[in-house]
T-cell receptor, first 113, second 113 residues
Framework: NAGVMQNPRHLVRRRGQEARLRCSPMKGHSHVYWYRQLPEEGLKFMVY????????ESGMPKERFSAEFPKEGPSILRIQQVVRGDSAAYFCASSGGLNSPLHFGNGTRLTVT | KQEVTQIPAALSVPEGENLVLNCSFT??????LQWFRQDPGKGLTSLLL?????REQTSGRLNASLDKSSGRSTLYIAASQPGDSATYLCAVSGGTSYGKLTFGQGTILTVHP
């Protein structure tokens, strides 16, 4: 019974490149959330998705960031033209229902050089 | 806008002590409150979830209470062990979706032998 799987664990990108972060929710979970943890800051909500739908993207930066959760396959958080300020740990969480506990993955640590 | 504050920011105790971590939030209109632990370089592990209609939850040596009207929660850890050393995060769920959590900055707990 695998938990929330994120890959890669570590990702290094040069400024201007694209970063793709993947998240496979726990088996049976259809609600996926992305959070970002900047250095010396707390975790901040980014986006909430269900299969093929973005439910709440109020925490997403207006430009360069996008997320999807297709009918088949993992959820993807995509950051275009990365900048140094994007360096952070990105966590994915899933839940099985609207008022159920969130289960987090181990995160992807993005470093932009 | 919801704000979550955790006190103390750091705590160092000898093994065997009982301890209390505090969490306060500004907007009492929450769906639930969740306590997590985060180990260095790792993801978050859900410890306890308290629904807004509940007063407390217990799991092993952990007990969490919720006073929604005053905007406070406490996490009580009995007979602390070195393995309890981690960052403890409090998060409240509210607003437009249950999984949109607002996190506190965390309490860094060190339990020394």
């Amino acid at each position: 019974n695998a938990g929330v799987m994120q890959n890669p664990r570590h990702l290094v990108r040069r400024r201007g490149q694209e970063a793709r972060l993947r998240c496979s929710p726990m088996k049976g979970h259809s609600h996926v959330y992305w959070y970002r943890q900047l250095p010396e800051e707390g975790l901040k909500f980014m986006v909430y998705l269900q299969k093929e739908n973005i439910i709440d993207e109020s925490g997403m930066p207006k430009e360069r960031f996008s997320a999807e959760f297709p009918k088949e396959g993992p959820s993807i958080l995509r950051i275009q033209q990365v900048v140094r300020g994007d360096s952070a740990a990105y966590f994915c969480a899933s839940s099985g229902g609207l008022n159920s506990p969130l289960h987090f993955g181990n995160g992807t640590r993005l470093t932009v050089t | 806008k919801q704000e979550v504050t955790q006190i103390p920011a750091a705590l160092s105790v000898p093994e065997g002590e009982n301890l209390v971590l505090n969490c306060s939030f500004t907007d009492s209109a929450i769906y639930n409150l969740q306590w997590f632990r985060q180990d260095p370089g790792k993801g978050l592990t859900s410890l306890l979830l308290i629904q807004s209609s509940q007063r407390e939850q217990t799991s092993g040596r952990l007990n969490a209470s919720l006073d929604k009207s005053s905007g406070r929660s406490t996490l009580y850890i009995a007979a602390s062990q070195p393995g309890d050393s981690a960052t403890y995060l409090c998060a409240v769920s509210g607003g437009t979706s249950y999984g949109k959590l607002t996190f506190g900055q965390g309490t860094i707990l060190t339990v020394h032998p």
